[in-house]
């Protein structure tokens, strides 16, 4: 797929990020990765390549280059390769990600993403944003939607989450059950009389794997009485 045109005179910072993620690649963990993430033909990661790098690789490679321009950014994202600033910049950096977002293709990218790029921008009480992109025929927009109201988890603000994943009930995709349910057990974990309450509301409704994800942290006779319906 084509890049955006890049700026004049970031071109060796490209190559050298290149040639430092090839320099510690791992073949074999990244054919693993390439089974594991879907990327057969037809499948929701169709074509995409791993290096094998571990996150704590990543992480190191992307703290060294944090001051990377937004073209570069976004040059890098439109790469085959599965892989902080001021007011203005995460602006820029918030818009760019939601721009292109049909260019994430896989759950973890996602993951490790949405909250602090989408979720930090937002204010709890203003998530019409969210509210749209739950809605969207795009799966990783759906995605992104629930995975960024852990911004707001973290700060013991639960309400974005549940009105998130009330819009989710009826979805049809597996990935999204369980990052609802991630996000609901999440909640759970600090409010579990809220979710309870949640649940007595939607269990009935929800998708299976959501609600296993969901009562994760219930004891296990809750957990079977939720499971058979007889809460």
């Known amino acids: 797929m084509k890049s955006p045109r890049a700026k004049a005179g970031p071109a060796l910072t490209l190559a050298a990020i290149r040639v430092e993620l090839h320099a510690i690649a791992n073949p074999v963990r990244g054919a693993h990765s390439q089974r594991f993430f879907k990327t057969g033909p037809g499948e929701y990661a169709e074509g995409d390549k791993f290096l094998g790098l571990t996150v704590p690789q990543m992480r190191t490679v992307a703290r060294k280059y944090r001051g990377l ?18 007011e203005s910049r995460r602006q820029k950096i918030h818009r760019a990600y939601l721009a292109n977002a049909r ?57 974005p989450t549940l009105e998130i994943a009330a819009i989710l009930l009826g979805d049809s995709h597996d990935l999204i059950h369980k990052a609802a349910g991630w996000m609901l057990r999440e909640v759970g974990k600090r409010d579990r009389q809220l979710l309870d309450k949640f649940l ?8 299976r794997t959501m609600l296993r994800y969901a009562i994760e942290r219930h004891p296990e006779s809750i957990r079977k009485q939720y499971l058979a319906g007889t809460i």
């Open 69 to 86: 321009n937004d073209s570069s950014a976004l040059e890098l994202l439109y790469s085959p390769w599965h892989a902080r600033g001021d």
């Open 103 to 159: 260019q994430i293709n896989n759950w973890d990218l996602v993951d490790l993403s949405a909250a602090q790029i989408v979720g930090s921008h937002l204010d709890p009480r203003e998530i019409a944003l969210l509210e749209r992109l739950a809605r969207s025929k795009n799966i990783w927009k759906r995605r992104i939607a629930i995975v960024s109201t852990f911004h707001f988890i973290r700060r013991n603000e639960f309400l």
């Open 200 to 207: 007595a509301k939607h269990y009935r409704q929800m998708p």
